[in-house]
């Protein structure tokens, strides 16, 4: 073996160098958790130093040695993971940095309320124009760093909304110090200032959102947000809130407040139904005891006595506030196939790694994962679910082979091989059925729940205000974009098409608001437009869903399976016959209903009528 010093040494040298600026660093560092963290990641690196020149030692006085071989292997591991832990943590110090600028100018903006002269105004500018500058000027830096492409355009394009927000804002705090002892324009310019205001705020909030993103892969970040559980989750708790603020401050008239108790039942129930278990049963009680509460209190109206009314809202009050707690602690993408499967495959990966026998228990676990497997291969069809299917079958032979090496004494290799191909597997089965769910949703369900929260912005409910509307409207475009890639080039060209349209009454729309003296009529005909597009949008997305899978032919092929299976066999005449006809035809039936589902109409009746007589 040659000998290794003098290489050692270069690595060691540099090793010193990294060290020592990161100890001035650390040094000169507000953060707490760089500060807090920086030592044992140090540590870690120093020993692995030492256990890389021990090594050199030990290998030049005997090159053969295991220990000396095993110490390098370490030590330069060693270093490469704490080198990288070091520089991770200065980057993630770095975000912090800017994360803590952009709350603070955020925290800013709603100053300029306050403002009552053209003297203030003059210093209100003075004071936030540094610190926007230089919030702008990191994030477009950062942005740059970027590999990522979707979080770095999210990055630039919310940077360009804030410079361009920034002379409205101005503008706008002008106008109602002019306005003045005029409270027709003062009301008109005050909306305005708070439109503007709420404008600036979204486009912060998103910044600071995808700065603290980790995830790399943006489609599953966009699902594990925007899902439809997970969106009713966060509309439930809204509507916690809003009730919380008519029932313990006041902040609300009654009928605003019932307003938004209804809301809450209506979203609660959503969730309960998506919730499985004993979680969704507890959020369903509590709703239905809710529903009951304000239904009472709808009966007193305007004539009830005061006593029975207070009653009431103090009951309803604890209702909420036990649905919130609740809601909050609840995992609810836990409930969606690919939370199942996974839980189910972690159960099983313990046992593969302790190196158990197969018990009962392993076995219903085992039973219960395939079952749930097989249920997503056949909703999503096509080479995805035949990739799944392929991955049970392989798992349920693998099982069969670990029991009858369980009864072989001995044969340790076996079993460890065995075991380690059924680790394997199931990290593929995994990946499929989460890539399945991600497919199954990300077209229609995300698309579409976007659109309904745009729907309840439009028609001014309290549930959703101007900024998560702004949230919405990104995520429909983003997701929406990220969907076309699969479709065919007709299909994500008319998706580009109606994406153009929706960001061009999107612009229409923040025109009309930033107006000197916005009119109702006009703010609800532009948003009245941008409706329509996204709505089209999500129609479009649909029907391309729908083609992608083939649906028509699918069912197409499905029938003439049938037929020849029929016509070349007796039915009855061979078990196996009859369970390739009856699932060929719960296949047919399947598909059938999906496009009744997305194709409502005069034909919707009639085609899950002929699906439920087949």
């Known amino acids: 073996m040659p000998d290794l010093v003098d290489n050692i040494k270069v690595v060691l040298t540099c090793v010193s160098n990294l060290a020592t600026v990161a100890e001035s660093t650390a040094r000169q560092s507000n953060d707490a958790i760089f500060i807090r963290d920086f030592p044992s990641a140090m540590d870690a690196v120093n020993s692995s130093c030492a256990a890389l020149n021990e090594a050199v030692m030990e290998l030049r006085t005997d090159p053969y040695s295991s220990q000396g071989r095993r110490k390098l292997i370490t030590g330069a591991k060693g270093i490469l993971t704490g080198t990288c832990d070091l520089l991770l943590m200065y980057d993630e110090s770095e975000v912090r940095k800017i994360v803590k600028n952009c709350e603070a100018v955020k925290a800013y903006f709603p100053v300029c309320l306050e403002v009552g002269t053209l003297e203030d105004l003059s210093f209100y500018i003075k004071n936030l124009t540094p610190g926007l500058t230089a919030v702008c000027k990191a994030v477009k830096n950062r942005a740059e760093e970027l590999l990522h492409k979707p979080y770095a355009d999210i990055l630039r394009r919310e940077t360009e909304q804030l410079k361009k927000f920034a002379p409205m804002l101005i503008g706008a705090s002008k106008s109602l110090i002019n306005a003045q002892g005029n409270e027709e324009l003062t009301n008109a310019a005050h909306q305005n200032l708070n439109t503007t205001i709420d404008k600036m705020t979204a486009s912060m909030k ?86 009951g509460i304000v239904k009472d209190l709808q009966a007193l109206g305007d004539t009830g006595s005061e006593t029975d009314k207070a009653a009431l809202k103090k ?95 001995g044969n340790v290799k076996g079993k460890a091989d065995n075991r380690a191909r059924i680790l394997a597997w199931l990290d593929q089965l995994d990946n499929q059925v989460k890539m399945a769910d991600e497919k199954n949703i990300l077209a229609s369900e995300v698309v579409n729940a976007g659109v309904h929260q745009l729907d309840q912005w439009s028609r001014d409910s309290p549930a959703v205000d101007e900024a998560n509307a702004h949230h919405a409207y990104n995520k429909v475009i983003d997701v929406s974009r990220a969907a076309s890639e699969g479709f065919s080039k007709a299909e994500k060209d008319q998706v580009e098409a109606l994406i153009g349209e929706a960001e061009e009454a999107m612009k229409n729309y923040q025109d009309v608001i930033q107006g ?63 369970q390739s006809i009856r699932a060929t035809v719960d296949k047919v039936a399947a598909i059938g209903k999906a496009v009744a589902y997305h194709n409502p109409g005069p034909d919707q009746d009639k085609i899950n009528e002929l699906c439920d007589n087949v």
Request: proline share 3%.
């Open 516 to 578: 000197p003296s916005p009119q109702l009529a006009e703010i609800k005909k532009c948003q009245g437009t941008l409706m329509k597009a996204v709505h089209k949008l999500g129609t479009v997305l649909e029907k391309a869903d729908m083609t992608g899978d083939n649906a028509a032919e699918n069912v197409t092929t499905g029938v003439e399976r049938v037929c020849d299976l029929v016509d070349a066999n007796k039915v009855g005449s061979s078990p196996k016959v009859e």
């Open 206 to 291: 998103e910044i600071i959102r995808v700065l603290l993103l980790k995830d790399p892969d943006y489609g599953k970040k966009i699902i594990a947000d925007f899902h439809p559980l997970a969106l009713a989750k966060d509309a439930v708790l809204a509507d916690c809130n809003r009730v919380r603020d008519w029932l313990k401050l006041g902040k609300l008239s009654d009928a605003e407040g019932l307003k938004c108790a209804g809301e809450l039942i209506s979203a609660g129930k959503e969730l309960a139904g998506g919730v499985s278990g004993p979680k969704g049963e507890e959020i369903g009680e509590l709703v239905k005891s809710i529903d």
């Open 315 to 409: 009951a309803l009050l604890e209702n909420v506030e036990k649905l919130d707690n609740v809601v909050k602690n609840t995992d609810v993408l836990a409930s969606t196939p690919s939370g199942a499967v996974s839980r189910r495959i972690e159960d099983a990966k313990r046992w593969a790694t302790n190196g158990e026998n197969l018990t009962n228990d392993t076995r219903s676990n085992f039973s219960d994962l395939i079952t749930t497997s097989r249920a997503v291969a056949k909703a999503t069809g096509g080479k995805e679910g035949a990739m799944i299917e392929k991955s049970c079958d392989q798992i349920e032979e693998l099982l069969e082979e670990a029991g009858k090496l369980e009864l072989e004494i």
